[in-house]
């Protein structure tokens, strides 16, 4: 049976496909560190990541790389990852799910 073109488009659309999870990139460490693997802040100050949107984090993390934001810690941490390396960091923690903290 052969399902008619406007048919199909309208079944395709019904059922989105999912993109599969971002694979846990190999720089993640360093980041982790101040901003926990999941995105949310293991240290006082620094921000959550988990669930910001993807265009952001990545154009913010070539912005600290390249020296347009100037915090010293995150222009280390940034300086010598690729663009690939940032695409990466910024893919795994907008694909993170944020969470209430626990109170100190």
């Keep these: ?10 079944l395709a659309l019904t059922f989105p496909v999912f993109a599969a999870p971002p694979v846990k990139p190999a720089r993640l460490g360093l980041c982790a560190a101040c901003h926990g693997a999941d995105g949310m802040a293991t240290m006082p100050g620094a921000p959550n990541l988990a669930g910001q949107k993807l265009d952001y984090l990545r154009e913010a993390l070539r912005q600290y790389r390249d020296g ?7 222009r ?29």
């Excluded at 347009?68 to 995150?74: E, N």
Aim: charged residues 15%; without cysteine.
């Design 76 to 104: 280390a941490a940034t300086g010598p990852l690729s663009d690939a390396e940032l695409d990466q960091l910024a893919q795994w923690f907008a694909a993170q799910t944020p969470h209430p903290q626990a109170a100190p």
């Design 1 to 10: 049976m052969r399902i008619p073109t406007t048919a199909a488009l309208a």
């Design 68 to 74: 347009r934001r100037d915090v010293a810690v995150m």
